[in-house]
C-alpha cells in the first residue's frame, strides 16, 4: 500500500473508530501503542494519521497526557477558504465577493424565519448588542467581537447548531481575509446604522423588512469590492421570491415569514 494511501486508511480507521465507541469531545483515544496494535500499522503511520487528525480538530494530543477526540471545530475550514480567498484575490478573481456573497445568501435566507418567532430574550440580547455598537461607534470603531456575537444572536431561535456554526465560520472567514488584505474600513456609524434596521424590522415582525436590512448591512462591503450595491434586477429578483400568496397576513408568520 502506497504511504500517501496508508495515512488516510489510518485516519479512516481511527475515525472509524471514534463513530463505533460513540465518543465525544474530551473522550480518550487508546494509547498509541494500543492502536498500533488494534489497526496492526506502524508505529510512524499512527503517529502520521494522528497529526493529520489533530490538524483537523478530530483529535487532540496533550503531551504526556494522551490522546482525546478533539473539539471538532469548523477552524480548519475556516482556515482553508479564508487563505483560498486570499489567495485569488491577489490574483485578481472577485474570490472576496464570493465569499460575501455566500455570507449574504445565508443570511438573507434566513432572516425571514427569524422575524417570525423571535423569543423576546433573544431581540433583549440583540438590542443590547446594538447599543454597544453605538457606544464603539462614538468612539471610532464597532468591535469585531460585538459584531460576531450579534450575528450569533441572531439565528439561536432557529434551534440549529451546525448552521450557527457555518454562519460563523463565513463570517470568521471573511473578516480574516479582509484583516489579512487591509480592507476593513466600514464606516462605524453605518455598521451600526445597518444592525440597528435589521433590529427594528425584526421587533415589528416584518420578515421583508428585516431581508431587505439584512441585504443593506452587506451594501458596504459590495461597495468596496465592486463599486456598486445589488442591481436593480438583483432587488427585483429577491422581492419577488419573498413575495406572499394573495391573502396571507402581514406581520409574524405573514408577510415576512416565507415557509
Not at 91 to 104: A, D, F, K, N
Not at 171 to 197: C, F, G, I, K, N
Amino acid at each position: 500500500m502506497a504511504r500517501g494511501t496508508m495515512a488516510e486508511d489510518v485516519q479512516a480507521r481511527i475515525k472509524q473508530l471514534i463513530l463505533r465507541r460513540r465518543l465525544t469531545p474530551g473522550d480518550p483515544l487508546p494509547t498509541e501503542a494500543e492502536l498500533v496494535a488494534m489497526l496492526d500499522v506502524s508505529r510512524n503511520s499512527v503517529r502520521e494519521a494522528l497529526k493529520a487528525l489533530q490538524a483537523m480538530r478530530i483529535v487532540e494530543i496533550r503531551h504526556g497526557f494522551g490522546t482525546y477526540v478533539g473539539a471538532l471545530s469548523l477552524e480548519p475550514f475556516v482556515e482553508g477558504v479564508a487563505f483560498r480567498a486570499a489567495v485569488r484575490h491577489l490574483q485578481g478573481e472577485p474570490s472576496l465577493y464570493e465569499l460575501m456573497e455566500v455570507r449574504e445568501a445565508l443570511e438573507a435566507g434566513l432572516i425571514g424565519a427569524v422575524a417570525r418567532e423571535l423569543p423576546a430574550a433573544d431581540l433583549t440580547v440583540l438590542k443590547g448588542l446594538v447599543q454597544r455598537m453605538a457606544e464603539e461607534a462614538r468612539g471610532g470603531q464597532v468591535q469585531s467581537a460585538t459584531d460576531r456575537a450579534f450575528h450569533l444572536a441572531l439565528y439561536r431561535s432557529l434551534g440549529n447548531h451546525l448552521l450557527s456554526e457555518v454562519l460563523d465560520a463565513f463570517w470568521a472567514a471573511l473578516r480574516r481575509v479582509r484583516e489579512d488584505l487591509a480592507d476593513d474600513r466600514q464606516d462605524p456609524q453605518v455598521t451600526y446604522r445597518r444592525h440597528q434596521e435589521i433590529v427594528d424590522a425584526l421587533e415589528a415582525g416584518d420578515g421583508d423588512r428585516a431581508v431587505a436590512a439584512m441585504h443593506r448591512h452587506f451594501d458596504g462591503i459590495r461597495r468596496r469590492l465592486t463599486g456598486k450595491e445589488r442591481g436593480p434586477a438583483a432587488q427585483a429578483r429577491s422581492s419577488n421570491s419573498r413575495r406572499p400568496p394573495e391573502g396571507r397576513a402581514a406581520g409574524r408568520g405573514g408577510a415576512g415569514a416565507p415557509r
